[in-house]
């Protein structure tokens, strides 16, 4: 029993850490922009079909290819942000809709560009690693362990690079940030920017796992939307918090019954902790 | 010699205009206060000189400069820094990482450095709150810290709103002794206060603001014992506030 227990916990982490890459982008863009980015299961998708041709057409090396496509995906949301979403700062509602719109047209123009089906792409590593008879697939762990380098990366960023500090400003009151000198409109395009590569990052991170194409985009978002509401929308723990919770969760309900009860569930934990504390576990009541 | 000189400035909110023709000159060095009511305008003056609102119409010329419009990060390059109503700290950040973003600017490493020394030269209290969260501290060590802040871009003018604005009487003293302490140092300092005889007992000059445009001005010793100033801001002779 216990270890079937710490192989769920284990199973649990390692998707919790894809969660939490994904969520804490969604989470970052909201708390500094006030902007509920709908498109930010399009940033995942775009990272998988970027990272399938640097490292299967073009036949980079696995890291290599990964880094590339996190790195697109970042600069093309720069793009976006700057063009399309700038005048959409602070106002929720038609920032929402804005991006809305934006999903629906980057899924749309894949779907015409690369077909609707779904391909599949070689895995980098393969087979199984045993510890203490806790299974784990290696491709699993080698997507856990960029997560996490990449995830502390972020945490210290934020804590200790002025450019992070200047991200917390902007987050906590944009006008007293720009009394100091920052810009808040460059602190945007670059939050947008990191918030878009983590989910490329994501996308590419899954995408030898799952399969790509133009729709896999749309699960990894309302599984972020989860773990933030979960979290509290636009705090970081929250969303490392939420992530954690989510995948333990799945995991127990889809070993001991079943994934789509283990859906069910996590949905009914969002409407109970909606019900019990509104703004999420570590969410400031505003 | 003027240092700073505001012309014919008019501000407006949509269609509501908030200062209208306001004309404001200050020496360099010199301590000059704006009195008025809530809602007069004086906030909205120190915003539009620090760049967070744009002017309407008017001029705003420092140290031959014309500045008028710049962005808030301009505006601190040159050397105004303010430190706003309501002190508006970090509130989730600890002191030291406040005092950093204020140095946001300054050359690295470096001007960190000298800014701390600095700003541990009038609040040398500060020091031993570094690591604590700004929001856990009293009203008056926010205060101070938020002064702190605003004096780590080593500013050529200070710009104070409200600094005394919910304090306890000994820490409306503190905020004066640290006014002057900065004033000495060579800063020119625009205060905008609701206490009338606190700002006025610090100052060189005043102005006063009602509804948006200048109603009164003159050397604030003048203005302590001008007949409208005591009726409407002074509240008679019998008070007496512990600013000196």
């Known amino acids: 029993m ?29 708390g500094i922009m006030r902007i509920v980015n709908f498109a930010h299961g399009e940033f995942y998708m775009l990272g998988a079909v970027a990272l399938m041709f640097f490292y299967a057409h073009f036949g980079l090396d696995y890291f290599v290819a990964v880094f590339l496509a996190a790195a697109c995906v970042a600069v093309f949301g720069m793009l976006v942000e700057r063009v399309l979403l700038r005048q959409f700062v602070g106002r929720e509602l038609n920032g929402m809709i804005m991006t809305l719109a934006i999903a629906i047209t980057i899924k749309a123009a894949v779907a015409i560009v690369l077909g609707p089906q779904e391909v599949s792409i070689p895995r980098p590593v393969t087979g199984v690693i045993t510890l203490g008879g806790i299974l784990v ?22 804590r200790f690079a002025p450019a992070g500090l200047a991200m917390r400003a902007v987050a906590q009151d944009w006008e007293a940030a720009a009394l100091q000198g920052i810009r808040p409109q460059r602190v945007y395009l670059w939050s947008f920017g990191i918030g878009c590569m983590l989910a490329g990052l994501a996308g590419a991170l899954m995408a030898p796992i799952y399969t790509i194409g133009p729709y896999i985009g749309t699960v990894p978002m309302l599984k972020a939307f989860i773990v933030v509401i979960l979290g509290g929308l636009g705090s970081l723990p929250g969303a490392v918090v939420g992530g954690l919770l989510l995948g333990l969760v799945e995991a127990g309900f889809a070993t001991f019954i079943n994934t789509t009860v283990a859906t069910m569930i996590s949905f009914g934990l969002v409407v109970a902790i909606l019900l019990v504390r509104p703004a999420g576990l570590m969410g400031n009541a505003r | 010699m003027t240092f700073i000189r505001i012309e014919n400035l008019g501000v407006r909110y949509g269609p509501i205009p908030a200062v209208t023709d306001l004309n404001i000159e200050m020496a360099k060095g010199s301590v000059v206060c704006m009195l008025g009511a809530n809602g007069a305008g004086k906030s909205t003056t120190l915003r539009t000189f620090a760049g967070l ?21 301009e505006m601190v390059r040159r050397g105004v820094s303010l430190s706003p109503e309501g002190r508006r700290l970090f509130a989730d950040m600890t002191v030291a990482e ?7 600017l300054g050359s690295g490493r470096q001007g960190w450095k000298s800014g701390m020394e600095r700003v541990f030269s009038y609040f040398p209290r500060l020091g031993e709150r570094l690591h604590q969260r700004a929001g856990s501290m009293s009203g008056g060590e926010q205060q101070m810290c938020a002064i702190g802040r605003a004096m780590m871009s080593n500013p050529r003018v200070l710009l104070l709103d409200e600094p005394s604005l919910g304090l306890a009487p000994i820490m409306i003293a503190e905020v004066a002794r640290i006014v002057r302490h900065i004033n000495a140092d060579g800063i020119t300092v625009f205060i905008v206060e609701q206490n009338a005889r606190l700002a006025l007992k610090l100052s060189d000059y005043g102005y006063l603001l009602e509804t948006g445009r ?29 600013a000196d």
């Open chain 1, 2 to 30: 216990l270890q079937l227990l710490t192989q769920i916990g284990v199973n649990g982490v390692m998707m919790g850490l894809v969660y939490i890459t994904m969520a804490l982008g969604f989470t970052l863009i909201f």
């Open chain 2, 214 to 242: 200048l109603v009164r001005e003159g050397p604030a010793s003048k203005l302590l014992t001008d007949e409208h100033v005591q009726a409407a801001y002074l509240g008679g002779l019998a008070s007496e506030t512990p």
């Open chain 2, 53 to 73: 609102t744009k002017p309407f119409a008017g001029r705003i010329v420092l140290d031959g400069e014309d500045v008028t419009g710049l962005p808030p990060d």
């Open chain 2, 98 to 104: 406040n005092l950093k973003l204020g140095a946001y």
């Open chain 1, 137 to 158: 697939p290696n491709d699993r762990l080698l997507v856990g362990g960029v997560a996490v380098v990449v995830l502390s990366g972020f945490y210290l960023f934020l």
